[in-house]
């Protein structure tokens, strides 16, 4: 059974940083790319990082240069560093992999970013 579980959300000022944690298991984790990405209130849920089984990583274009995207093989998980984080980088953010054209998400962990 695919799992996808995230953690490292919390509150943080404008300018300031987090680190984001998805713990993988139920499949090969390394035969699969892996994403992040997040939904504010009332908004669609929008892609905002991504990195390949290659480790070739991709950016939303508004975390280019404030994010960066990481997987450990060896404990199966993915990291979402974000730092000079403001406050429209606040809300959920989600794990993704597509396995056999079949989505799997996490159920998120929430971002705020507030003075």
């Known amino acids: 059974q695919v799992q996808l579980v995230e953690s490292g959300g919390g509150r943080v000022q404008p300018g300031g940083s987090l680190r984001l944690s998805c713990a993988a298991s139920?499949?090969?984790?390394?035969?699969?790319?892996m994403r992040w990405y997040h939904q504010a209130p009332g908004k669609a849920r929008e892609f905002v990082a991504g990195?390949?089984?290659?480790?070739?990583?991709n950016f939303a274009d508004d975390a280019k240069g404030r994010f960066t995207i990481s997987r450990d093989t060896a404990k199966n998980t993915i990291e979402l560093q974000m730092n000079s984080l403001k406050p429209e980088d606040s809300a959920i953010y989600y794990c993704?992999?597509?396995?056999?054209?079949?989505?799997?998400w996490g159920l998120g962990t929430q971002v705020i970013v507030s003075s």
């Open positions: 993704n992999t597509l396995i056999s054209w079949v989505e799997y």
């Open positions: 139920g499949f090969r984790f390394t035969d699969y790319a």
């Open positions: 990195i390949t089984t290659g480790d070739i990583m």
